[in-house]
């Protein structure tokens, strides 16, 4: 069985959610509803579903989304009552019909495999559940780290809605906490398939939202790059042996964007650092030339706003 996770806090699109799940070929799933403190309270909308497939409601007397959503995360997957699989799925995201009865299809398979994390091709939608983006689909087998740098160099999208893990690998796992809770799905796929293979059904499509109520459309540029570096600083400091050296390097190349595209001083004291202590005094020089290069500009440009 796969448990469905659901962290709940909005209402707006919460009726597609269910309707998506109610409208399953294959019910062989359990969903737990998991209140985050809502003001919105949901319990009207789930009497019109009791029947329609099996869930469990369950309120917290208070809210964690808005301070950890990783925490939120981890005490709605504590409700989860022995299925083997789970997903973690957003109140406003949508599955396609076939979405469960596609991963039974291929299960023999993904246990012949060993394969612990599963995921569905997405398409992004909008306020009106109108298509925005072409269907992103991906390699059927493809390493955990190959996604991640895919995503990383803009060629794919992720999000936590489109995956199913294995359930029992949540028992020894800590979760990654970073502002927001910005790329700690990132860093949780990554462990959870232990930098090996994910599995792919292209065949099924999940519907991810962007609207103006998502949690991450409202946040300051300031919290994205707070995360930001601490994702990469766990990229490179923690996780650096299962990335290759062209990895690595593309990695850091990233990092130098922000400073010179954002001038984020905290990212560039990081760079310092990190390649003083790693002796790679190639790329501090190059840094530091690239930092000389630009004063001049940056000196004209602040004369300029003070001549207006």
Aim: with cysteine.
């Amino acid at each position: 069985m796969i448990a469905i996770i659901i962290p709940y806090f909005k209402i707006d699109f919460f009726r597609e959610t269910l309707l998506s799940l109610a409208n399953q070929v294959d019910q062989r799933f359990h969903v737990y509803i998991c209140d985050d403190n809502s003001p919105a309270n949901p319990q009207e909308l789930l009497s019109e579903f009791e029947g329609k497939f099996a869930f469990t409601y369950h309120k917290f007397t208070e809210n964690f989304g808005s301070i950890s959503l990783v925490k939120q995360w981890k005490r709605c997957l504590s409700l989860i009552d022995g299925e083997e699989w789970s997903m973690i799925l957003g109140d406003d995201d949508v599955l396609e019909t076939n979405v469960i009865q596609d991963f039974y299809h291929h299960m023999n398979k993904i246990n012949g495999l060993q394969i612990d994390v599963i995921r569905f091709s997405t398409v992004v939608i909008d306020e009106n559940n109108q298509k925005i983006s072409n269907t992103y689909t991906h390699p059927i087998i493809e390493n955990a780290v190959d996604s991640l740098m895919r995503k990383m160099e803009n060629l794919t999208r992720s999000s936590l809605s489109e995956y199913i893990f294995r359930t029992k690998n949540f028992n020894n796992y800590t979760f990654k906490e970073y502002p927001s809770g910005l790329f700690s799905d990132d860093i949780l796929i990554l462990n959870h398939a232990s930098f090996k293979s994910i599995y792919t059904i292209n065949s099924s499509v999940i519907q991810i939202r962007k609207s103006k109520v998502n949690l991450s459309g409202g946040l300051k540029l300031n919290t994205r790059h707070v995360a930001l570096l601490e994702f990469h600083k766990t990229l490179l400091i923690e996780l650096k042996e299962n990335f290759n050296k062209q990895q690595i390097s593309y990695i850091e190349y990233k990092l130098e964007r922000e400073v010179f595209n954002h001038s984020k001083i905290s990212i560039l004291l990081f760079l310092i650092k990190y390649y003083f202590t790693g002796f790679k005094f190639l790329k501090l020089t190059s840094l530091a030339c690239r930092i000389l290069a630009k004063i001049p500009k940056l000196i004209f440009q602040s004369l300029t706003k003070k001549g207006k």
